[in-house]
Each structure stands twice: as structure tokens, then as C-alpha cells.
């Protein structure tokens, strides 16, 4: 098994050492022998990879210990997601999918709410989907139709969400739809809802197959009338869309980055394995120095990527504002794995577009890290309103520092998770 690298050392406790071992031979030993199957039925959701998860309890990892969670921060639910997804996209997807809500519900939830929920969050016994994306607004959620109605006694829920994490398999979903007029400002329009999958008006449109990350789920589910209790707000009326983002950026996107950087460390060993093992005239492909260079391109670009992901998430279980390095992260982290994906799949030439040769899995998959919690045009668009900005910036709480200390863990050694 690959030990964490040097570059991380500033970053990595024992205990996160620990924990990355333990997923790497999780991953291994339960995980790769699925793989093969999953991509074998494009269309078809594994229920059983979150079980697998459900058993080690990694779906608490940022869940308090009074709760029954890992209370282990984000440096290891990067280490989780990374160490996943360099065996397998479809499970660090179905992991971080899940945690996104979670971090909803830590952060927004009532007592009463944390009482119901969060033990069964922990054990896996609940499993949390956010559904904020529409098919035809996309992540433009000023433009969102899904709409909650007051009748007097309840919320009543109508509209579809696309693009869900977990859609098929979550038992509970935290739907955001608009409680205002349109034309209200979408800072104050916006409610979250926590939905439950077995309500009646909840359906799942039949799901079918996409590009990458086969045997998880992200499809479309609709809400025809669905009455919710005011019990089931999730934080206050008009809130809907401070739910939104501050889950999109203290977990959305340090989660994606993390998934682009384990399907960037495998593109590199995949590639560098076969340049090595090719025959070319007289040696190996991989003696031939152009060869080397498009390799050096590979490794600066993966040393890079894990340097990034691992220092924004140091940053935030440190209670430090880190929100620019969260959303360079996950921007500069797909692309970045996307240039050495597109290298990998050159340097295997016909066989990288073979289903025998992972690379053309690896390939596929990256493309699914770029849509998620924001394109890369966002994050950059992002970045440069906050650069430009900077009396405005400078006025607002960055969402790293208003939740810091909520969920956020001591940086101590004893073990986690393992």
C-alpha cells in the first residue's frame, strides 16, 4: 500500500496516517473486487457500496461523538474521499454526496433535529441527499421553480431537483425550493426542507445511466404536493439559500477536489505502469525522453493538486477563513487532473479508449468532478468578485469563519475511524 507522501506531512496526524492505511485496504480488499460489476451495468445502482461504508461508520465522519460520529474534521474526510476514489469514483461519490447534507443538518438542524437524526446519520442507518439543482436552471439557483406554499398547517412542496447525489438510495433529502414571489431577493426567497424519501408525492424518475461513475446515483427526483411539516424546516424560513452555499463551500467543494485528486494519483501510476511495460523499438516506451517530459508534466501536476486539496482543508479544521483556497481548490484540482487525464489517455494511444484498460474508467469519471458545486467558471468568478471586491469582501463573514468551531474538531492525535 502507498504510504502518504512527504508533502503531506505538515497535514497528516498519526492519526490521520492511521486512517489512511485503513482505507486503502478497505478500498482493496471490498471495493476493487465490485468495480468490474459496477462498470458492467452502467445503469444500474450499487446499494451494497453504501452498506460497505454504512459499516465502518465513515458517513459520521464529521458527526460529533456525542452522536456516535467520527468527529475527525475535514482533513479526514478528505483522506476518506481521496484514498476511495483512487480505486474507485463511484464510492468516494457516494460518500461525499452524502456528506454534503450532513453538513446541512450539523449546521442548520434544531436540537431536536440533531436528537432524531444524527446517531442514525452516524451508523449509516439514514442516508442524507441535497437536492438544489433543476434541470432546466441548472446551479443558477436565483432561477429556481421548485416552490414550498404555506396552506395554514403545512408546506406544501411541488417541482423537480436533477442532478441529485444518492437519489435512488437516500432515505432522507434536504430539498431547497423557493417560499417567496418571484422577484424576492434569492438571499431571503430560498427554504430547505428535510423530505423523506417514502413521503407520499416523492418520486424517483427511473434512473439511467451516465458518462462516468457507474453504480452510483445522481438522477432526477419530483415533488408532486408534498405536504411538510414546519417541524421539517431546516434552519429558518427565507434560509434556504445560506444552506445552500455554505454546504457547497465548506463541503461540496472540498469534496470534489478530493475525489479529482484520487482519480489524478491513478491516471499517473496507471500511465507511468504502462510506458514502462510497453515494448518500443529496442527498450520500453518509457525510455524515450519525450515520454519522460509528458510524465514530469503528470507528476508536477498531481504534486500540485494534493498540495492545494490538503492545504485548504488544514485550513478549515483549523477554524481559519479559507474560502479562496476552497474554491481554487476544487477549480484548480479538476483541471489539473482533467490536463493529466487527457495525457494518460494519449499516452495509451487506441488501447486507452479499450474498456480493458482502466484508464478509459479513470478518464470517464473525471469529467463528472467538473459540475458539482460549482464549474470551474464559477469558482473563478468567485474568486475574482472577492479580489475585486475587496471593500464589499471585507464586510462579509466568510462562510469558513461564521460555521469554524461547528463540527470542527481539535487537531489532535488519537486514532479515527480505524
Not at 507522501?5 to 485503513?22: I, K, Q
Not at 478500498?27 to 465490485?34: F, G, H, S
Not at 408525492?201 to 427511473?206: I, K, L, N, Q, T
Not at 491513478?266 to 500511465?271: D, G, I, P, Q, S
Amino acid at each position: 500500500m502507498p504510504t502518504p507522501p512527504h508533502s503531506l506531512d505538515r497535514f497528516l496526524t498519526p492519526a490521520h496516517r492511521a486512517l489512511w492505511e485503513a482505507v486503502d485496504d478497505f478500498a482493496t480488499q471490498e471495493i476493487q473486487p465490485r468495480v468490474e460489476r459496477m462498470e458492467g451495468a452502467p445503469h444500474r445502482v450499487d446499494r451494497k457500496i453504501a452498506r460497505l461504508l454504512a459499516g465502518r461508520r465513515w458517513f459520521g465522519v464529521t458527526v460529533p461523538e456525542a452522536f456516535g460520529g467520527m468527529e475527525a474534521g475535514h482533513v479526514a474526510k478528505t483522506i476518506l474521499i481521496h484514498r476511495l476514489a483512487r480505486v474507485s469514483g463511484a464510492t468516494a461519490a457516494t460518500l461525499q454526496a452524502s456528506l454534503i447534507p450532513v453538513a446541512a443538518l450539523l449546521h442548520y438542524g434544531t436540537a431536536e433535529q440533531h436528537a432524531a437524526l444524527l446517531k442514525r446519520v452516524a451508523d449509516g442507518s439514514v442516508l442524507m441527499s441535497i437536492a438544489v439543482t433543476e434541470p432546466d436552471q441548472g446551479g443558477h439557483i436565483g432561477g429556481m421553480t421548485t416552490a414550498a406554499e404555506w396552506d395554514g398547517r403545512s408546506w406544501v412542496l411541488t417541482g423537480v431537483k436533477a442532478h441529485v447525489g444518492n437519489s435512488h438510495i437516500a432515505d432522507l433529502h434536504v430539498v431547497v425550493a423557493r417560499t417567496a414571489p418571484t422577484g424576492t431577493r434569492t438571499s431571503r426567497a430560498l427554504t430547505a426542507f428535510l423530505v423523506r424519501g417514502d413521503q407520499r408525492g416523492v418520486d424517483r424518475v427511473p434512473y439511467s445511466g451516465k458518462l462516468g461513475l457507474h453504480g452510483f446515483s445522481y438522477g432526477q427526483i419530483t415533488f408532486d404536493r408534498v405536504r411538510i411539516s414546519p417541524n421539517d424546516v431546516l434552519g429558518d424560513v427565507g434560509q434556504g439559500f445560506e444552506v445552500a452555499q455554505s454546504s457547497s463551500i465548506l463541503y461540496g467543494r472540498p469534496n470534489l477536489t478530493a475525489v479529482s485528486l484520487g482519480l489524478h494519483e491513478t491516471a499517473v501510476a496507471l500511465t507511468a505502469r504502462y510506458v514502462s511495460e510497453r515494448p518500443r523499438y529496442k527498450g520500453k516506451l518509457a525510455d524515450l525522453s519525450v515520454i519522460q517530459d509528458r510524465l514530469g508534466g503528470m507528476s508536477t501536476r498531481l504534486l500540485a493538486a494534493r498540495i492545494v486539496a490538503y492545504h485548504a482543508v488544514d485550513m478549515l479544521d483549523r477554524g481559519l477563513p479559507c474560502d479562496d483556497e476552497l474554491l481554487a481548490a476544487k477549480a484548480l484540482g479538476h483541471d489539473l487532473a482533467c490536463e493529466t487525464g487527457d495525457d494518460a489517455m494519449r499516452l495509451h494511444a487506441a488501447n486507452g479508449l479499450d474498456e480493458d484498460f482502466a484508464i478509459e474508467r479513470i478518464w470517464r469519471d473525471m469529467q463528472t468532478t467538473y459540475a458539482p458545486a460549482g464549474t470551474g467558471e464559477v469558482q473563478r468568478r468567485r474568486l475574482a468578485e472577492n479580489l475585486l471586491q475587496q471593500e464589499e469582501a471585507s464586510t462579509r463573514t466568510p462562510w469558513s469563519v461564521l460555521h469554524a468551531g461547528r463540527s470542527q474538531p481539535p487537531i489532535v492525535d488519537q486514532p479515527v475511524g480505524v
